[in-house]
Nanobody
Framework: QVQLLESGGGLVQPGGSLRLSCAAS????????MGWYRQAPGKEREWVAD???????HYVDSVKGRFTISRDNGKNMVYLQMNSLKPEDTAVYYC?????????WGKGTLVTVSS
């Protein structure tokens, strides 16, 4: 069993920054691909960014140049640094880890971008 716990969400003004963290624990052997998703009110969950075992990163076009995903394999942590935040970034942000058998999700952390 794998558990994921996100943290770092909150209320921020447009143009501000937040850093999300995701801690993975449980039966994890070796590094696994991890990613961030988000779900805005009334919308479907969408992929935001992911990072492979080797550290290669990928982003949805709407966050390129503003968000940075990173990981600490020794600590089973993944981070999402979010800069130049916009109101349209408001959403619940979820962390996902891709294990051999299945994917696991955290419960999410709310990010609200508003003045």
């Amino acid at each position: 069993q794998v558990q994921l716990l996100e943290s770092g969400g909150g209320l921020v003004q447009p143009g501000g920054s937040l850093r999300l963290s995701c801690a993975a624990s449980g039966s994890i052997f070796g590094s696994k691909p991890m990613g961030w998703y988000r779900q805005a009110p009334g919308k479907e969950r969408e992929w935001v960014a992911d990072i492979t075992i080797s550290g290669s990163t990928h982003y949805v076009d709407s966050v390129k140049g503003r968000f940075t995903i990173s990981r600490d394999n020794g600590k089973n942590m993944v981070y999402l640094q979010m800069n130049s935040l916009k109101p349209e970034d408001t959403a619940v942000y979820y962390c996902k880890i891709s294990m051999t058998s299945r994917d696991y999700w955290g419960k999410g952390t709310l990010v609200t971008v508003s003045s």
